[in-house]
């Protein structure tokens, strides 16, 4: 299927376990982004990535690691997983660097 | 320290009466203005760009307009289908980031 898809949907997992979430885009995108939804906050950039090797920190990177090998994977790992951590979980993409971002479903992530 | 104020936190409206919702924004060197809409469970959907001061754009029932300090989005005759958060968020000149910081958003009910 064309566009942006995030695995899993749902996740529950445990205080100190590591998680990783998916995210593939067929559209060839350049860029690519991790944000995190809290009540209040709003959506907040955890990392992203301007190409295939090529990442950097957003305004809530630590406790994330994130990788892309490939132009059309973003995987996001939560090393060791806190409670702080439950949050909803949105990967997006964009062709260019200031043009509009594309949103996958998003994961709901909770931190028992 | 980018920032952006949307109001008012929720709106509701019947159907047919038209509104407008605020978003208030201090950046240094603003790139580009978004509005995504957002339903629930749901990733944020792509709505308009805004670029400059006096720039306007519309898709149907919305219309968005922006100046130096803020950016409206107008909803004429509004149907229950339009029913949604309404997310607002600005992209400044940062080097070669590509970072958009995004307003809590406007939760918007339309009744019959």
């Known amino acids: 299927d064309a566009g942006i898809t995030q695995s899993p949907r749902y996740k529950i997992t445990e205080t100190g376990r590591q998680v990783t979430l998916m995210c593939h885009q067929t559209?060839?995108?350049?860029?690519m982004f991790w944000y995190r939804q809290d009540l209040g906050h709003g959506l907040r950039l955890i990392y992203y990535?301007?190409?295939?090797?090529?990442?950097d920190k957003g305004e809530v990177p630590d406790g994330y690691v994130v990788s892309r090998s490939k132009t059309e994977n973003f995987p996001l790992t939560l090393e060791s997983a806190t409670r702080s951590q439950t949050s909803v979980y949105f990967c997006?993409?964009?062709?260019?660097?200031?043009?509009?971002?594309?949103f996958g479903q998003g994961t709901r992530l909770t931190v028992v | 320290e980018d920032q952006v104020t949307q109001s008012p936190e929720a709106l509701r409206l019947q159907e047919g009466e038209s509104s407008s919702l605020n978003c208030s924004y201090t950046?240094?060197?603003?790139?580009?203005l978004f509005w995504y809409r957002q339903d629930p469970g749901k990733g944020p959907e792509f709505l308009f760009t805004?670029?400059?001061a006096g720039e306007e754009k519309e898709k149907e029932r919305l219309k968005a307009t922006l100046t130096k300090k803020e950016s409206f989005l107008h909803i004429t005759a509004p149907k229950p289908e339009d029913s949604a958060t309404y997310l607002c968020?600005?992209?400044?000149?940062?080097?070669?980031?590509?970072?958009?910081?995004f307003g809590t958003g406007t939760r918007l009910q339309v009744t019959l």
């Open positions: 997006a993409s964009s062709n260019r660097d200031n043009t509009e971002a594309f």
């Open positions: 559209w060839s995108h350049s860029y």
């Open positions: 990535s301007a190409a295939a090797d090529i990442t």
């Open positions: 950046v240094s060197g603003l790139r580009g």
């Open positions: 805004l670029y400059s």
């Open positions: 968020a600005v992209q400044a000149y940062r080097g070669t980031a590509s970072k958009l910081t």
